[in-house]
């Protein structure tokens, strides 16, 4: 089993800073990808950064200059720094982690629960 918790989330006034975190914990022997994604009620799930286990990063242009992803391999923890927070930000943001478990033969994919950020003065 492995399991993936968010935390960091909460209210932040325009402007501000927030920092996420995403630990994965388990029967791991390897994360791949790891990436963070946002929803909004009613929309669908958008990308919004991805980072490989080499280090390699992605961002979805709405975030790009803001926003900085990273990890910690050592710890199976992804990290989301979010700068100059705008109101259009709020959303719950997900953690994803593409994960090879123990006893597993493939990669599979896990999520956490989410956490909330609310971007409002």
């Known amino acids: 089993q492995v399991q993936v918790v968010e935390s960091g989330g909460g209210l932040v006034q325009p402007g501000g800073s927030l920092r996420l975190s995403c630990a994965a914990s388990?029967?791991?022997?390897?994360?791949?990808?790891m990436g963070w994604y946002r929803q909004v009620p009613g929309n669908e799930r958008e990308l919004v950064a991805t980072?490989?286990?080499?280090?390699?990063?992605n961002y979805a242009d709405s975030v790009m200059g803001r926003f900085t992803i990273s990890r910690d391999n050592a710890e199976n923890t992804v990290y989301l720094q979010m700068n100059n927070l705008k109101p259009e930000d709020t959303a719950v943001y997900y953690c994803?982690?593409?994960?090879?478990?123990?006893?597993?033969?493939?990669?599979?994919?896990?999520w956490g629960r989410g956490t909330q950020v609310n971007v409002s003065s």
């Open positions: 994803k982690c593409n994960v090879l478990a123990g006893g597993s033969t493939s990669i599979d994919v896990y």
């Open positions: 388990g029967s791991i022997l390897s994360i791949y990808t």
């Open positions: 980072v490989t286990r080499s280090g390699r990063t």
